[in-house]
Every structure is written in structure tokens, then in C-alpha cells.
């Protein structure tokens, strides 16, 4: 992989964000942008046991992807109280992802507000996601490639980006969001998976208060240096291209994969995770 370091500034208007980032769809790391929220001083793990220790909490960790699992279905359970023990006391797979704030601690929302950023930010969705030392996220890129705002709290976090372009080079699975989940993008084994060479992108690691902007569409791949969690903003997709992509995905695609994991079972699975391969491979002649 050819990676380059992500863009970090130390603060931004919104001004330099479109100029600079958001019209070139360019990811930054902005180091001091919230640091009057009184999340900055009051985020971190023991906090949020405190406010919602007693909350039962889905976690969900790396195995792959089964037919006979549903989309986004939870691995195990547990007290908010208990997984951050559990995150304070040893490394684990588990991860919490698109815990939605507004639902589930409303008080949450008195710690931040919502920056001005020049793009109409989705309030009624923000979203917290945890993980233990060493977990991670499989490449993937959201179903509705938004703009993306995600604001690290406690501990570190690596991330891995690239955009739409790098589509050949990735053996993304058909009909779906991910890439091959037996790919290591910590340590990826060229071998292996040959075409990752030529795939150019982007690494940034992010501490307690940093924020990435993530630009439509991304794959993100994210590992958790550190016990940590992150809270994300988004918004809509202003490309056309790329919002009439989220559509076909929200409204076709996601219900035509759950179709055919009924249909097929496991079989389809297996036959998408070979596809891409071959498929990667044909195109670049390798």
C-alpha cells in the first residue's frame, strides 16, 4: 500500500475546510477544533460507565460475515458498567459501533455541540464506538458514502483511508461494503494479496480530542491503539454520483445480498469472497 500521512492542522475555518478539504475531498485531522466542549475534559472511559453504567450494550467483534447472520447483528452483551471494565483490564475484540447517543443517554448531548462546518450536519444522528487495544473495523465504507466528522476520545486510534478510485486494488466483495476480511491492513501480506501494492491512500492516528474528516465515500479501516471511543457527525453526500450510489445501496443493493444469503446460504458468501478475488486479479492482469 502507498500511504501518506493524513493533513493535520491545529484549527480550521469553515472557510479553509471547503476550500481545502471538503471541494477536493481531501481527509484532515484537526488537532484543537472542540476544545471548549466539556467533553474534552469530562469523555473518557470511567465517565461514561458512570452515565450509563447500567445500559446493556451490543458488542460486536472481527469474524466474518455469515448468511445466517443478520445485518448488523450483535456477537454478545453486556453492562456499559462490565465492557469497560472488561476494556480497562485486558485487550478485546469486542467493539460497540453506531451507538446512537441521542437514543440511548440523551444527556450526553449537554458535552458538545454541533460545529459549523459549512455542510448541514444529520443531528438526529450521533454516534459513539468503542473498542479494546488492538481491535478493529474490517475496510469498509458507509452505505450512504456521507461526509463524514469523527471526534476520538481517550486512548489512541490508527486509521486507514482510501477513496472510491482505489476500488481494483482492494478486493472489495460484490454486492456489499467490505473488502476481504482475511486481509491484515496492519500488516498486509503482499504475497497474498498483490494488488494492495498499488493502492494509494491514507494514515493518521488520532488522540483525545483530535477530528478526522472523512470525505464521501471513504473506506475507512480503524484499529484501536489504546482502549478508546469516538463519536461521529454526518452529512449528506453532495455528489450526485455518490448520493445516487447511497440510494441504489439503502434501497437495492443491502436487500438484494440479504435475498440471496436466504436463497443460497452460506455458498454465497463464500462465492462473493471469491469473486473478489478473481475479479481484482483479472483486472489487473495478475
Known sequence: MQLREIDRVSSITKEEFIKNYFRPQKPVIIENYVNDWPAIQKWNLDYMAEIGGDK?????????VRHDEGFNQAHAEMKMSQYVELLKKEPTRYRIFLWNILKEIPELQNDFSYPDFGLKLMKGLPMLFFGG???????????????IFHFHFHGKKQVILF??????????????????????????????????????????????????????????????VTPGFSMSLRAIARNPKNLGKAIYNIFWMRHFDNMMRRWKGQAWIDAKNEKAVT???AKLGL
Open 133 to 147: 487495544e488492538d481491535s478493529y473495523t474490517f475496510m469498509h465504507y458507509d452505505i450512504d458514502l456521507a461526509n
Open 56 to 64: 446493556v450494550v451490543p458488542l460486536y467483534d472481527d469474524r466474518p
Open 279 to 281: 475479479r481484482t486479479h
Open 163 to 224: 477513496d472510491q478510485k482505489q476500488n481494483n486494488y482492494l478486493y472489495k466483495i460484490p454486492h456489499s461494503l467490505i473488502v476481504r476480511e482475511d486481509i491484515d491492513f496492519k500488516n498486509p501480506d503482499y504475497n497474498k494479496w498483490p494488488a494492495l501494492k498499488k493502492a494509494k491512500g491514507f494514515v493518521g492516528n488520532l488522540e483525545h480530542g483530535h477530528v478526522l474528516y472523512m470525505p464521501e465515500g471513504y473506506w475507512h479501516y480503524m484499529r484501536y
